[in-house]
């Protein structure tokens, strides 16, 4: 959503950007963990494909927010390698070739 509002309704401050790199920092160290997800799973933490989309969006969006607005990111590169190891273990884990979709990993 910060990056549509950036986008399409005003551009955001660099004090707001330098909050934002710490969260994005966060999920870049934390998207490995196991959670509870966004419904109410009473089975305890555990991978979840969705969570690990979103923690790619999370990136992804950082990054082309960092790029587009020329903010200062010296975690890039590490944002960029961790992003693409979600992908892999996302289409490697959370998608069901026989069945062409998402499902829980």
Known sequence: SVYLYDSFTGK????????????IDWVSVNWVNVDKGIW????????????KV???????????????????CKQKQEWEKQRALIYEEVMQDGFNKDIKSFVQS
């Open 12 to 23: 955001i401050a660099y004090d707001f950007w330098a909050d934002l790199r710490d969260i």
């Open 54 to 72: 979103m923690c790619w969006v999370c990136l992804d969006r950082g990054i082309r927010l960092a790029e587009k607005r020329s903010f200062p």
């Open 40 to 51: 109410e799973i009473r089975s305890g933490d555990r991978k979840h494909t969705f969570s």
